[in-house]
T-cell receptor, first 113, second 112 residues
Framework: NAGVTQTPKFRVLKTGQSMTLLCAQD?????MYWYRQDPGMGLRLIHY???????AKGEVPDGYNVSRLKKQNFLLGLESAAPSQTSVYFC????????????FGPGTRLTVT | KQEVTQIPAALSVPEGENLVLNCSFT??????LQWFRQDPGKGLTSLLL?????REQTSGRLNASLDKSSGRSTLYIAASQPGDSATYLC???????????FGEGTQLTVNP
């Protein structure tokens, strides 16, 4: 049982490039989340999903897109990266109704130059 | 808008001490509160989840309390160990199914 995994662990992008971050969970959780963590700002919710085929905006969704084609995977896309998107990105999942504990992945450190 | 504050931002204690970490939130109408631990360069690990109807939760040397009326939660760590060194974050959920609002965390260092 690997829990929540994230790919890649590190990435450097140039302004304007695109990329996709992959999150996978093997706990059969319904809810999945993407957060970013920045110094002085704490963790902020980007997008989330309440089940396969569904997505919803969080607190800071601009510049990001997501997809949940399979229950176990949640993808975060950056179509045109900007330096302001330099951050550490965390994926999380939780069981039904999202009121239970959230389980986090190890994070992806993204630098946009 | 809910705001979550954790003071102090950093704390250093000698091994063996009992310690208390504080979390305060501006809107007392919360659904539940969760404490996390984050090791450097790692993700968050859930420690304790307290529902709004509960006063406290315990797990091993950890005890979390919740006082909704005053907008406060504390995380008590007994007999601290160097392995407890990490950043501790609290997060509140306003209503059933809503998102978590995180504090910025307290960075704890336990010195041998």
């Amino acid at each position: 049982n690997a829990g929540v995994t994230q790919t890649p662990k590190f990435r450097v992008l140039k302004t304007g490039q695109s990329m996709t971050l992959l999150c996978a969970q093997d706990m059969n959780h319904e809810y999945m989340y993407w957060y970013r963590q920045d110094p002085g700002m704490g963790l902020r919710l980007i997008h989330y999903s309440v089940g396969e085929g569904t997505t919803a905006k969080g607190e800071v969704p601009d510049g990001y897109n997501v997809s949940r084609l399979k229950k176990q995977n949640f993808l975060l896309g950056l179509e045109s990266a900007a330096p302001s998107q330099t951050s550490v990105y965390f994926c999380a999942s939780s069981p039904d109704r999202g009121n239970y504990e959230q389980y986090f992945g190890p994070g992806t450190r993204l630098t946009v130059t | 808008k809910q705001e979550v504050t954790q003071i102090p931002a950093a704390l250093s204690v000698p091994e063996g001490e009992n310690l208390v970490l504080n979390c305060s939130f501006t809107d007392s109408a919360i659904y539940n509160l969760q404490w996390f631990r984050q090791d450097p360069g790692k993700g968050l690990t859930s420690l304790l989840l307290i529902q709004s109807s509960q006063r406290e939760q315990t797990s091993g040397r950890l005890n979390a309390s919740l006082d909704k009326s005053s907008g406060r939660s504390t995380l008590y760590i007994a007999a601290s160990q160097p392995g407890d060194s990490a950043t501790y974050l609290c997060a509140v959920r306003a209503t059933s199914g809503s998102r978590l609002t995180f504090g910025e965390g307290t960075q704890l260092t336990v010195n041998p």
